[in-house]
């Protein structure tokens, strides 16, 4: 099994995860583990790069700064889905980022393109309002 750090559509109850929960294909290969946060990071809106308007796209960003605080879901993947989000990751402008959360090592995608500050997600928005029982552990970055 692999571990990803999930914000935007592929946070429990976002479109993406419902997407791959609802499929036969996915559906007993995604599961979520609990809710995170994780201290250096922002979050941004980007446009969709086909049709230059605003959908579920979600950017991370690095920033360094131990005030700056996202949450996100920590979910558990097969490996076959690991290797579909994978292909679809590697084709955008995502990169993966090793992260240790307890003792399992987790990928988080950060965004490798430009953002623009009046795009911020600010922290309520952030927050997973579906998911009704969140348990929010922090962790420093590496």
Same mark, same amino acid.
């Given at each position: 099994?692999? +571990? /990803? /750090?999930? +914000?935007?559509?592929?946070r429990l109850g976002e479109s993406w995860y419902q997407e791959l929960k609802h499929n036969l294909l996915w559906s007993n290969? $995604?599961? +979520?583990?609990s809710t995170i946060g994780l201290n250096g990071f922002k979050l941004y809106k980007v446009k969709d790069p086909e049709d230059d308007t605003f959908h579920n796209w979600v950017a991370? %960003?690095? @920033?360094e700064k131990q005030e700056d605080h996202i949450n996100g879901d920590l979910i558990e993947v097969s490996d076959t889905l690991y290797d +579909? $989000? %994978?292909g679809v990751i590697e084709h955008s402008d995502f990169i993966p980022l090793m992260k240790i959360v307890g003792n399992k090592n987790c990928e988080l995608y950060l965004y490798n393109g430009k953002v623009e500050e009046q795009n911020l997600i600010?922290?309520?928005?952030? @927050?997973n309002s579906k998911n009704k029982e969140v348990r929010l552990q922090t962790f420093t970055t590496i």
């Amino acid at each position: 099994m692999n +571990y /990803i /750090i999930a +914000y935007g559509s592929l946070r429990l109850g976002e479109s993406w995860y419902q997407e791959l929960k609802h499929n036969l294909l996915w559906s007993n290969q $995604i599961n +979520y583990v609990s809710t995170i946060g994780l201290n250096g990071f922002k979050l941004y809106k980007v446009k969709d790069p086909e049709d230059d308007t605003f959908h579920n796209w979600v950017a991370c %960003k690095y @920033t360094e700064k131990q005030e700056d605080h996202i949450n996100g879901d920590l979910i558990e993947v097969s490996d076959t889905l690991y290797d +579909y $989000i %994978k292909g679809v990751i590697e084709h955008s402008d995502f990169i993966p980022l090793m992260k240790i959360v307890g003792n399992k090592n987790c990928e988080l995608y950060l965004y490798n393109g430009k953002v623009e500050e009046q795009n911020l997600i600010n922290n309520v928005e952030n @927050t997973n309002s579906k998911n009704k029982e969140v348990r929010l552990q922090t962790f420093t970055t590496i």
